[in-house]
């Protein structure tokens, strides 16, 4: 009996890539053999004609279900709504921009039909991103996995199959505030890698300005690790020891030396240097706070406003 597989794909402002990401994804999986698919489409509220364009779709083939979030809630909470609403086996996320390769799939379906549960899309080549972002993505990978127990896979994105049993461990997880590739990392299981060259993009622009990035990574930081805020507890003590013994300095110089006079640059220096740590540090309290804060509430992830699917025509 051919295996359901679920395809998941958020959509936020692609309306000029749906057709062409159809075209291009169903002969690939209409080839591969023992399989069915389901093609679940996540319209992350867009503000252009992507969800007219989706609906468009899931009334001429039933394999489509649209689902329609009531606001633009970010990538992470889109996939995890397409995760939810996947029904499959085995599920694959893939971006609709098609940078990702699909003829990258049916190695996965492979992988996985040989016994991996979880399959990863490695990018071994990254021409197609600025030097700038390549760089920041690097950096970011490493200092990571620096400070958090948790490894991420270097140059792994979202693209990759994941068995039912991994989806269901997913779902068990409560955040509110997600990071999506250190919970794929967190959950486990037996992991096989594949590597591609990425592509430049078919349509549009990417989503994801520098302040975004910068507040991703960020959030990744500090969702598996609390080494940041631990790293202020050292500062604060090198600086108090610092400080006792300059301060010890200054008695015995006095003692023995007399009073001198103070220098305005020295003061200075020492108020708006020990300032700014103290700020820093308050940030970084912030930020961790500010996550408990958002926890706490216990708000859905996403709300979903209509799932969008034709049923399939009864087979004779």
Known sequence: MPSLISLVVPFYNEGNGVDLFAQTILPVLTAIPDTEWELVCVDDGSKDDTLRRLIALARQNSQFKIVELSRNFGKEAAMTAGLDAATGAAVIVIDADLQDPPELIPQMITAWQEGAEVVLGRRVDRSSDSAAKRLTASWFYSLHNRLSKIKIPSNVGDFRLMDRCVVDALQQLPERQRFMKGLYAWVGFRTVTLDYVRAARNAGESKFSGVALWNFALEGLTSFS???????????????????????????????????????????????????????????????????????KQRPIYLVRKIHQTPASPTT
């Open 226 to 296: 609390t080494l940041p805020i631990r790293i202020w507890t050292y500062l604060g003590t090198v600086g108090a020891i610092c400080a006792l013994m300059y301060g010890l300095f200054i008695v015995g110089r006095t003692l023995f030396m007399g009073n001198t006079v103070p220098g305005y640059a020295s003061l200075f220096f020492a108020v708006t240097f020990f300032g700014s740590i103290q700020i820093i540090s308050i940030g970084m309290l912030g930020e961790y706070i500010g996550r408990i804060y958002m926890e706490t």
